[in-house]
């Protein structure tokens, strides 16, 4: 049987946060996520009867970003790593994909989403994953998800991925800080965002201070500050 991809939607717009905030980019978004983060903005990319999808042979998805013309492609979700994004490579293109950081893109898997829903790939091949700019980004404990331990360290020791944590507070501040230390995550890795959905919610120049202070990146969340909670943007 023929390898489908389920996609959500596709859109161009600028990267709102991370390390290529402000990047004009395709957005493929994927169907499905193995977490269910309380603050999730994505919630109709969850499963099955979440929100609408379409499923697409790789050939025919490869077209599609083809034919948009856009260099910079993020995979995003859902969970994109769910799917084999190395059969979607095209070497004029350069790709980026948003991860929790719960799956190990260099193992097969097979996870039965909480509907039933089965999904399963092979490994991805390490040569063409190590080229992407992945932007791992764990949940913290405000979000009510488990840390997977063996996933974190191996994104921990890739130098080819970044990280972000999007933060409420100081508090989360220190969680990041935690966890940097506990996996041995050079802090120059590591871009904070700020929680929120609202404009107000990013303009709190005292919590960048901290985030400063205690050496870590700040990321800007633009796509909030631009539109809010704007679907496609
Ligand atoms: S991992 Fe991302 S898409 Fe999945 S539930 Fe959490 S915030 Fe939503």
Not at 51 to 75: C, D, M
Not at 163 to 191: H, M, P
């Amino acid at each position: 049987m023929e390898y489908l991809f389920p996609v959500s939607e596709i859109f161009e717009s600028i990267q709102g946060e991370g390390n290529r905030a402000g990047l004009r980019c395709l957005f493929v978004r994927f169907q499905f996520c193995n977490l269910t983060c309380t603050w999730c903005d994505t919630k109709y990319t969850w499963l099955k009867e979440s929100g609408s999808f379409k499923w697409y042979p790789p050939t025919e998805l490869k077209s599609i970003i083809r034919q948009k013309g856009i260099k910079e492609v993020v995979f995003t979700g859902g969970e994109p790593t769910l799917f084999s994004l190395d059969q979607l490579v095209d070497p004029e293109f350069n790709y980026h994909v948003e991860t929790n950081g719960t799956v190990i893109p260099t193992l097969p898997i097979e996870v039965q989403l909480p509907d039933g829903t089965m999904i399963k790939r092979g490994a991805m091949n390490k040569n063409i994953i190590e080229r992407f700019n992945w932007v791992v980004s764990p949940k913290l404990s405000n979000s009510r998800q488990k840390i997977n331990v063996d996933s974190l360290k191996y994104w921990a020791g890739r130098d080819f991925s970044t990280f972000k944590f999007i933060c409420s507070n100081n508090a989360d501040i220190q969680e990041v800080q935690q966890i940097a230390d506990d996996y041995n995550i050079d802090k120059n890795r590591v871009y904070i965002g700020l929680e929120g959905i609202s404009q107000k919610s990013q303009l709190k120049p005292a919590m960048v201070d901290k985030i400063v202070e205690q050496g870590f990146n700040f990321s800007p969340r633009l796509h909030i500050l631009l539109w809010g909670a704007t679907r496609k943007k």
